[in-house]
């Protein structure tokens, strides 16, 4: 998620615009982060992502990035800012289709990209805001990794570096955060 120096001090300059107001900046500093943003819808759509397409959930991020008006502290905060709006972006997207289908049984649910493969993508998406909601309550850095690891699709080193950690911290927080998860998703679906 880090660039080289000069890619940083260009990145603090539009943070400097964005926060003297330039609504171009913005802009700017999406266009920097695009092909990173990309990869992340990517792997989102790759689970599921009902109607949308890699450009169109990117460019709605966008929209919904721009709408929010929060000024971005550095480009961690960026892509984590576009990490929850994808987040909801696709929870909003699971209950306009009306997928909640919780009844019955308990849902497998491995929480790693490599290994899913999930029958009600919508269904899962909703139970996963769910309980991802509770775990905020509790530990927000745990919520964090979830969010940046399983909605941005960034890797354990790049998490690491934008909460200043080190990879086997983040390796922690994620078993920590998989645990409570997995145990609220079963909680739900008994």
């Known amino acids: 998620m880090n660039g080289t120096d000069s890619e940083t001090d ?11 107001g330039d609504s171009a900046a913005l802009g700017e500093a999406y266009s920097t982060v695009y092909a990173e943003m990309k990869r992340s819808a990517r792997s989102q759509l790759r689970r599921g992502g009902g109607s949308f397409n890699t450009t169109a959930l990117v460019n709605e991020t966008y929209l ?6 929060m000024a971005p502290k550095d480009r961690g905060h960026l892509l984590g800012i576009a990490a929850n709006a994808m987040r909801q972006i696709l929870v909003d997207h ?12 308990l849902m497998h649910l491995t929480l790693d990209a490599s290994q899913m493969q999930i029958a009600d993508p919508a269904g899962e998406v909703l139970s996963l805001d769910d309980a991802l909601s509770e775990l905020e309550k509790i530990d927000p850095v745990l919520a ?6 399983y909605f941005g699709g960034y890797s354990e080193r790049e998490i690491a570096e934008n909460l200043e950690v080190t990879e086997r911290t983040v390796q922690r927080y994620w078993r920590k ?5 997995l145990v609220q998703l079963a909680d739900n679906h008994v």
């Open 10 to 20: 260009g990145f603090s300059d539009l943070l400097d615009r964005i926060a003297k």
């Open 64 to 69: 919904r990035i721009v709408n929010s008006r």
């Open 94 to 105: 699971a209950r306009h289709v009306g997928a909640q289908k919780r009844g019955g049984g």
């Open 144 to 149: 964090k990794v979830v969010e940046w690891r």
């Open 177 to 181: 955060a998989r645990a409570f998860l």
